[in-house]
């Protein structure tokens, strides 16, 4: 009499998985770090740095190595999102979800992002710079999740937005830009020579944004012809931001021939939201 057989079937623990995983030969080009890998994040850091160069040019916060690194990073951490979960992938009891790295890509970059925008005055600077690191990090990902061409096609849209819309939009202006200036003056003191200096600049078509008075507690005494009483008078310093359409050039020459002014500077800043 033949017995029937049994067959037992034996389901791998997820211990057992991790086992067979971590025997598994370290660097086997199989398991997601191949040549095509390596070849995608090569592409990543050449588009990353592409970018990060026009910005290193431009003399902006982040440059350079920032950018690179961004990619870069961008597109390890895809690399890892898709190849880096063998070992758990097919259990019933555990989901793997590589865009959920993916998504947290993209919040993290906030960070780096946010830390890029300042305002100074009533201007926002650092906008383009931190969308261009949250282009970067996409440039990265596509290419670690193996969207090479995407990511390419998207580095030529930076540099069409970057380099050639302000030329558009410079052609397209047609109305004069008003010029801000800063205007620095070191004066003396109980001549009532503020309130001249902005009268002139009202004069000459330049509108007063804001007034920073620094006054000097160093008091410098004067000797009077009679007598040997002195006066006391202070230096102050005075910072005037204006806004005009016209050349502040001949507003300096004028304040510099002015009897109780002794130095004059003159800054020209240009708000950008780069």
Do not use: N
């Amino acid at each position: 009499m033949q017995l029937p057989s049994l067959t037992v079937h034996f389901k791998p623990s997820l211990g057992m998985r991790i086992a067979e995983y971590l025997a598994a030969p370290l660097f086997e080009p199989g398991s997601g770090q191949g040549v095509r890998q390596i070849v995608e994040l090569g592409l990543a850091l050449l588009l990353s740095s592409l970018i990060g160069l026009e910005r290193e040019l431009q003399q902006k916060s982040a440059g350079l190595r920032t950018h690179t690194l961004v990619g870069v990073g961008s597109a390890l951490f895809m690399e890892v999102s898709i190849h880096g979960f063998g070992a758990v992938a097919g259990l019933e009891d555990l989901q793997s979800d590589p865009s959920r790295v993916a998504g947290q890509i993209v919040s993290g970059i906030g960070f780096i992002g946010g830390g890029l925008i300042f305002v100074r005055r009533d201007a926002v600077r650092g906008l383009t710079t931190a969308a261009t690191i949250w282009l970067t990090c996409a440039v990265g990902m596509a290419c670690g999740g193996g969207l090479p061409l995407l990511g390419a096609a998207a580095t030529v849209v930076h540099f069409l937005v970057v380099r050639g819309f302000p030329m558009v939009t410079r052609r397209m202006t047609t109305a004069p830009v008003a010029e801000r200036v800063e205007l620095r003056l070191s004066y003396r003191t109980r001549r009532g020579l503020l309130g001249r200096v902005l009268e002139l600049c009202t004069k000459r078509g330049f509108r007063v944004t804001d007034v920073q008075i620094d006054a000097d507690t160093h008091e410098k005494g004067e000797k009077h012809e009679k007598g040997d009483s002195r006066e006391k008078g202070k230096e102050a310093g005075v910072v005037l931001s204006l806004e005009g359409k016209g050349s502040a050039h001949p507003l300096v020459e004028e304040l510099t021939d002015w009897d109780g002014i002794h130095g004059v500077w003159l800054r020209a800043y240009r708000e950008s939201t780069e």
